[in-house]
């Protein structure tokens, strides 16, 4: 890490969003991880895709719990409110976040440590309630702040740089988020930039719980040649089987696609997802078969990326619950509290 | 056994049945009526953590001077339940009535000569009246209630209008329920000597009085208290917190024309979930809340930390049960005192509420969200089995229309807007507690909350000074928030005294009959009820000046003694323990035989 302060010098070449403010306005304190750390190149493509989704800052709300990933809510968008929580437990607060002000864009990031093991009950259940919120995992198959042990993402077979060998099979949280009833599952990699901003600003529009699995190795413990988790590893074995773009509710869709190449979402915010297919035989809008094909190149030891399953049509924690537009905690009191008149039909039932 | 002349309005009826087999709801009927013929009276359900087949007990005591703590005596056994027959028969107090089902012949050796055995063929009749299995079943319940009406002369017309009320959505149900009661009643007018000396006589006792239990008036707490989001994991014996929020939600919170929730209510996937929400929730501004039992709190823990030292409001409502572990859910104690107190690791200190009855449940839940919010910190609200699940008399609610919650130090868009520069964790006012700010109200409000070390301009910090300095400021406010928690009640005895009694929660009715009875004996005790934790200036007052103090408590190791001799400047030898963690109801007796005996031995008195 660097112990220089970061000056915050806004030149006049930077280009403004609909809101007027910079993407200097949506960077967060200076980074605490290691050089190359492929956390800082996801906080850079969070920062972009806030900017060009023209979030104000402080309408969202960063969540996160306990690890390098987590520590990462630290370095983008200082003008949000944070929440850095315990570990595995990102998911419950920001489910409470969530229940409170249902107008916030909630932003999760969390680990392979924190969501796989301590807290994939959380996970799980985060899931199956389609919490609206985007859900960043920093996957690195590595327990970073603790020195280098294998996390349950690890692939079976990989070495830890001291030597021991991963005997265990990996947990995948992209085909595990599909079975669970996911409606937006998602994987990108840290070292492609182009790809991860479209897939997080997807995310973010996405109404209901959004998974962004990204592949983002560990420089220190991690990065060796025996590592599945590396950067080379990761980029030898990208396989990108459906590419997103992301079009802005008033924007029209420029680009031109062949017949049958393309299949076009579209997003509750008004915008729309245009999903190319990279692999002719996929089908993102199936459950079954987006898991079969996610499960059968994994178990080649292809890493399978891009937005891999979306279903915008399922109602989210709010829907399900018929909560009141108005966002509860800013509800009068006066309309909460039933007052004496209710307390009289309280009495007659106890009498 | 108590005099004979001493049983109009004061007795024990308890009703010995097997869970599943629909007593509740006839037992339930039972005490209404007496309820409502103007004498006090109380309910307690002694049931196992069973759905059906097990054995299971009702005790209902009228008491027309009002005591309504478990009295400890059975004067009428009502014993439907062959499987414990023997052990209710044994349990039956010198003097008192048996009612049995007489359908079957009964073992010899089960039987006693000081009591008097009322036989009644109740299945027999029921097969005979009714053709529907179900019916037959639950209708001998009805029938020994149509007994008992003979034989303490229940008013019939207060049963009649019950049943009504009861089956005003079934009303197809009304008419056998009423035959049922009628067959019991003539019965029992036909073979035995009607009324009983164990009777009741209408007094004028209960008017503006309601029957309600303890968690059913927490979770209406919830809703006057205006929390919107409530996330908790099932339970005993919480559960029906929830519950009642939940119904009265239903009732007062949704939109008639679009079925609009001004409300939330999420079962989670465990407890620490449960916590995290509540947490997220009032980070966001609502008022959020959690009901649990022990187990529960154990696993909040680390959250609980968090609230602590990020200093996020949350309200948890502990209906204590037996432990340790899992313990005996079913059953009451008051086990969780110090687990609450410091519930977390590390320097840690809770706010505590000990309600000790239903209408102090109703009032405690509102004041901890005030409590919670303005100390910005986790508030516990310890009740007990007892006081949660089981039927008391209790005031009418009625509602101060002028109350408005107290949602503490809370910058608004304007303030922000106006501020030089906000810092989460800056105390200006010398009073512990800094300003917060919500998410999504003002640019300027921002700020990052972390449970790592902070200073108090809320940065991250490893310097030691700076960690200390919060550390240290969170306990300006817990001084703040000794003048904030509710007062101790004080009950002075009729004369000045040096000895003292404290006590807490559920244990509060019992105390105060035992009082009354001690004083019958020339002994006279000053207690004082503690409603809080922090202790109170009136705490170290009272300990101050009593030389000797009791201390009744449910839990074997001491619990609130413990807190005491922590917390204020009682010395050991001044407090003397007085426990009782069997997993019953404290019974009077309890706390006046270990006085006594403690004074025999040549204590001061």
Redesign the interface.
């Known amino acids: 890490m660097s112990y220089i302060a970061k000056p915050k010098i806004i030149h006049g070449g930077l280009s403004r969003n609909e809101l007027g403010l910079t993407i200097r306005d949506y960077e967060g304190g200076l980074s605490t991880l290691c050089a190359g750390c492929g956390h800082d190149s996801v906080t850079a493509a969070l920062v972009q895709a806030f900017f060009e989704l023209n979030v ?4 969202a ?1 960063k ?1 996160s719990g306990i690890g390098c990933s987590s520590k990462t ?2 370095y983008f968008l ?9 570990h595995g ?1 990102m ?11 249902g ?2 864009s909630v932003i999760g990031i969390s680990g392979d440590g924190d969501s796989l093991s301590i807290g994939l ?2 996970f ?2 985060a899931v199956r ?1 389609n919490l609206d919120m985007c859900y960043v995992i920093e996957n690195n198959g590595v327990y970073g702040l603790t020195k280098g042990q294998f996390s349950a993402s690890a692939d079976k077979g990989s070495k830890l740089k001291k030597g021991d060998i991963n005997e265990l099979p990996p947990l995948d949280p992209v085909q595990m988020a599909i079975v669970q009833g996911g409606t937006f599952v998602a994987r990108g990699f840290s070292g492609d930039k182009e790809q991860l901003v479209p897939l997080l600003k997807a995310a973010i529009a996405h109404k209901g719980f959004a998974l962004v699995d990204v592949i983002s190795p560990c420089v220190t413990f991690n990065d060796h040649t025996e590592s599945t988790k590396s950067y080379a590893h990761t980029r030898e074995y990208y396989h990108q089987a459906v590419h997103v773009d992301y079009v802005e509710p008033r924007e029209e869709i420029k680009q031109k696609y062949k017949a049958g190449e393309a299949v076009k979402v579209d997003m509750h915010d008004g915008g729309s997802v245009v999903l190319r297919k990279v692999s002719k035989d996929y089908d993102p809008t199936d459950r079954v078969s987006a898991l079969q094909y996610v499960n059968t190149r994994s178990s080649k030891g292809e890493i399978v990326t891009g937005l891999l399953f979306i279903d915008e049509d399922e109602p989210d ?2 829907t399900i ?5 108005v966002p ?4 009068p ?1 006066e ?6 008149k ?2 009289d ?3 007659a039932r ?2 | 056994m108590q005099d004979k002349e001493n049983r109009l309005n004061n007795f024990v009826i308890r009703l010995a049945n097997v869970n599943g087999t629909g007593s509740a709801s006839a037992n339930n009927l039972l005490m209404k009526s007496i309820f ?1 013929m103007g004498i006090p009276v109380t309910g307690k359900n002694y049931f196992p953590s069973n759905i059906q087949g097990l054995p299971t007990w009702y005790e209902i005591r009228v008491s027309g001077d009002g005591y309504l703590a478990r009295a400890g005596r059975t004067d009428i056994m009502v014993a439907m339940n062959a499987q414990t027959y023997g052990q209710d028969l044994k349990q039956l107090d010198s003097g008192g009535y048996l009612i049995y089902d007489s359908s079957w012949p009964r073992e010899k050796q089960f039987t006693r000569e000081d009591i008097t055995v009322l036989g009644v063929p109740l299945a027999k009749m029921c097969n005979e009246a009714f053709s529907n299995p179900r019916a037959r079943i639950l209708m001998k319940n009805m029938v020994y209630v149509g007994v008992l009406s003979a034989l303490l002369e229940i008013d019939e017309k207060v049963i009649h209008s019950l049943i009504e009320e009861m089956f005003a959505k079934k009303e197809k149900l009304i008419p056998a329920n009423k035959q049922a009661i009628a067959m019991g009643k003539e019965y029992a007018l036909e073979h035995f000597n009607c009324p009983l000396d164990t009777k009741l006589k209408a007094l004028d006792k209960t008017k503006n009085h ?3 239990d303890g968690n ?1 008036a927490s979770g ?1 707490g919830c ?2 208290a ?1 929390a ?2 409530a ?1 908790w994991y099932p339970i005993t014996p919480s559960t029906t917190v929830m519950d009642s929020f939940k119904s ?1 939600c239903k ?3 949704e ?1 008639p024309e679009n ?6 209510i ?1 079962q ?3 407890e ?15 008022r ?1 809340f959690t009901s649990t039992s022990g187990p529960g709190v154990s696993l909040m823990g ?2 609980l930390g ?1 609230g602590y030292f990020a200093e996020i409001p949350a309200v948890l409502i502990d209906v204590q049960r037996v432990g340790p572990s899992t313990g005996m859910p079913t059953r009451t104690q008051q086990s969780d005192i110090m687990p609450a107190a410091f519930a977390s690791h590390g320097d840690t200190k809770h706010v505590v509420l000990f309600p000790a009855n239903p209408k102090e449940c109703f009032e405690m839940a509102i004041n901890s969200f005030d409590l919670a919010e303005r100390l910005q910190t986790p508030v516990i609200v310890l009740q007990d089995l007892d006081i949660g699940m089981n039927d008391w008399m209790v005031e ?4 101060d ?1 002028a ?3 107290d949602r503490g130090k809370v910058l608004s868009e304007k303030e922000l807007e106006e501020a030089a520069a906000f810092y989460r964790y800056l105390d200006v006012d010398g009073d512990g507690i800094a300003a917060r ?7 300027k ?8 070390g902070h200073n108090k301009f809320g940065g ?1 910090t490893e310097n030691s000074d700076e960690y200390q300095e919060v550390l240290d400021r969170l306990l300006v406010k817990w001084e703040t928030a000794k003048t904030l928690v509710p007062k101790p009640v004080l009950t002075k005895a009729k004369k000045k005294t040096k000895i003292g009694l404290i006590s807490s929660g559920g244990c509060d009715y019992a105390v105060l009959e035992a009082m009354d009875r001690l004083a019958a004996q020339n002994i006279f005790i000053d207690y004082l009820r503690v409603k809080a934790f922090p202790f109170t200036q009136e705490v170290e007052e009272f300990i101050e000046s009593h030389d000797q103090i009791y201390v009744v408590e449910q839990n074997r190791d001491a619990q609130l003694k413990s807190l005491l001799t922590l917390e204020t400047k009682a010395t050991k030898d001044q407090l003397i323990s007085i426990l009782d963690y069997a997993g019953m109801p404290l019974a009077a007796r309890v706390v006046v035989s270990a006085i006594d005996e403690h004074l025999a031995k040549g204590a001061v008195a």
Not at chain 1, 328 to 331: E, G, T, Y
Not at chain 1, 335 to 340: E, H, N, T, V
Not at chain 2, 259 to 264: A, I, L, V
Request: hydrophobic share 35%; proline share 5%; charged share 15%.
């Open positions: 104000p800052p402080h309408m709300a969540i809510t630290a200082s003008g949000s409110h944070g929440f850095n929580s315990v437990r998911p419950s607060v920001a489910t409470g976040a969530h229940a409170a002000h107008g916030l009950g959380q799980g259940h309630r924690l709010h619950n018929r909560t009141s537009k509860l905690r800013d509800l009191y309309r909460l509290c039933p007052g004496q209710g307390m039909k309280v009495n106890y009498r | 409502r309601i029957l309600i059913t209406l809703v006057y205006g919107t989001v996330a009265f009732q007062f919170r939109n079925g609009e929730r001004d409300y939330c999420i989670a996937e465990d620490l979930a449960a916590i995290g929400m509540v947490l997220g929730a009032s980070w966001n501004g609502a959020a680390e959250f968090l009418e609610f009625h509602w229309g109350y408005k919650p700010s919500y998410p999504g109200v003002h640019k409000g921002a700020y990052f909350l972390r449970g790592s991250y």
